[in-house]
């Protein structure tokens, strides 16, 4: 019997009587911190579930105010405030953290577990992808869809470095009469099938390389559908039969898309899903034994750990990949992992093992040879490096202002080096913002303010939710130590009124 549906989500007689409902603490704590009114987290709560497809949710201040008191509201209600949440704190906010119950099942989800097969990875891929092209952005903002972070990430991807289990022998191909018999020949639509033409592979390798220029310039939201169709378009080609050499580069470059999407959509603020692609990249990687690339998926995974200030997660994931890669890595990527690990000590507040980790990084760059190294690890330049040391030494001097003068020294260097060139242009914005908490950590109001109408500059023309959302609550850091500050409040003023409020639709 079908469930008449109350306007809030929930079935209509799903409410408890007051009495005997306790007030829940966890979700009053969180709202307290917000500084959310209970109309605005009402709006919020309407506007997402819009985006998901949910019209049937509606909320208003009284429904917060009894949820507040207690009352359990049904899905999908709890998994949009904890996406909401964890917005709004930069963390992963969970729904038990809420004070809520989780969802009864979860739809549609898949895990992180190694190893699949090929042809689990191409269906995954082939689903989710068209999924994504679908729906957009309600794929990756429903309950089914969630951040494993902790033991339900790490475990499973521990699993990572270890050899594939050996393949079954290729049985003979049958001859047909009448068909050619060289390699990679078999029977399709009129006896034979069509042998992949060998400029096919260069031709994905170029659009690949494309997609990766696009989005340092222009932000992960300005191209994102175009690499999800372009790997969309890729499973179909992994349903053939091709030669062994063939099927390992169209899976390494299936592995290249995948990693870009998550990296999209991570960048955008689609987490979770940004997550599955990510995970998708590593699997991939794994089928076509690519221990290097998998090695970069994992870094990339954990910059999103410490995106959402889960450090111990992030340096279990690279240290996790510099053991995968310990032996085919090149300098270039052993350079990279070594400055997240610096970024994820120094979240943590060690400031020994940070340094250590980052002159590890500078040495490590200095022996790599760029034209020798994999086109998806040459972004990682000097630039690259300085951005990420300023990055990890702001982390520090938030406690420790001796890491005043090297944040601010590295920061400035990531500026000079990045203006006008054109490229990286989302990696300049992020380094005038770093520099702008830089100037706020040293009390220097006109600095801050300097360095992010720079970013906010940049944000205008790059789709980057990850830049808007940083530079908003700088701006707004700054707001509430110098409120008194015309160019200050002037700065404030400008943010609330121009810089579009992510989240925005993607491309």
């Not at 390699?183 to 494309?210: I, N, Q």
């Not at 111990?312 to 990527?333: C, F, K, M, N, V």
């Not at 997240?340 to 120094?346: I, K, N, V």
């Amino acid at each position: 019997m079908a469930t008449t549906r109350a306007r809030d989500g929930g079935s209509a007689d799903e409410h408890e009587p007051d009495g005997g409902r306790q007030p829940n603490d966890r979700l009053s704590a969180w709202f307290a911190r917000s500084g959310w009114s209970k109309g605005e987290l009402a709006r919020q709560v309407n506007r997402h579930a819009r985006a998901m497809s949910a019209p049937h949710v509606s909320t208003d201040t009284s429904r917060v105010r009894r949820w507040l008191d207690g009352e359990q509201p049904r899905e999908p209600i709890p998994q949009i405030l904890a996406e909401l949440f964890t917005r709004r704190f930069g963390r992963v906010v969970s729904i038990d953290e809420l004070g809520l119950r989780e969802p009864d099942e979860p739809h549609g989800d898949f895990g992180v577990d190694l190893p699949w097969t090929f042809e689990t990875v191409v269906e995954i891929l082939g689903e989710y992808t068209r999924g994504d092209l679908l729906l957009g952005r309600q794929e990756f903002v429903g309950p089914s869809l969630r951040l494993a972070a902790g033991r339900d990430l790490v475990e499973p991807l521990q699993r990572w470095s270890a050899p594939l289990p050996a393949a079954p022998a290729p049985l003979p191909a049958p001859i047909v009469p009448g068909a050619g018999v060289g390699a990679g020949a078999g029977v399709g639509r009129g006896g034979r099938r069509p042998r992949l033409p060998a400029s096919a592979t260069e031709h994905l390798h170029e659009s690949v390389r494309l997609f990766r220029r696009w989005d340092m310039q222009g932000g992960g939201g300005l191209r994102r559908k175009a690499v999800i169709g372009q790997l969309n378009a890729l499973t179909d080609l992994l349903r053939d039969e091709h030669p062994p050499a063939v099927r390992a580069r169209l899976l390494g470059l299936t592995a290249e898309l995948a990693l870009l999407a998550g990296w999209m959509s991570y960048d955008t603020g689609l987490q979770p899903g940004a997550q599955k692609y990510m995970v998708l990249a590593l699997h991939a990687a794994k089928e076509c034994d690519d221990a290097p690339f998998g090695a970069n998926v994992l870094g990339v995974m954990s910059r999103q750990m410490i995106h959402y200030e889960l450090a111990e997660d992030a340096l279990e994931l690279i240290h996790l990949a510099q053991y995968g890669s310990r032996d085919t890595g090149g300098a270039g990527l052993q350079a990279m992992l070594y400055t997240l690990e610096g970024r994820a000590y120094a979240a943590l507040g060690d400031t020994d093992r940070c340094r250590r980790a980052l002159g590890l990084a500078e040495q490590a760059l200095a022996d790599s040879r760029p034209h020798t190294e994999p086109d998806w690890i040459r972004y990682f330049n000097r630039a690259e490096l300085l951005c990420e040391s300023g990055h990890a030494y702001r982390d520090l001097a938030y406690t420790r202002p001796a890491f005043v003068a090297p944040a601010k020294e590295r920061l400035s260097e990531t500026v000079r080096l990045l203006l006008g060139t054109g490229e990286f242009v989302r990696s300049l914005a992020l380094a005038h913002v770093g520099l702008a908490t830089v100037f706020l950590i040293e009390h220097d109001p006109a600095g801050a303010v300097e360095q992010a109408t720079a970013a906010l500059e940049i944000a205008f023309r790059v789709r980057s939710e990850r830049l808007i959302v940083r530079l908003r609550r700088t701006v707004e850091a700054l707001a509430g130590r110098f409120p008194a500050d015309p160019a200050v409040c002037e700065l404030a003023a400008r943010v609330a009124r121009e810089l579009p409020e992510a989240p925005f639709p993607t491309a």
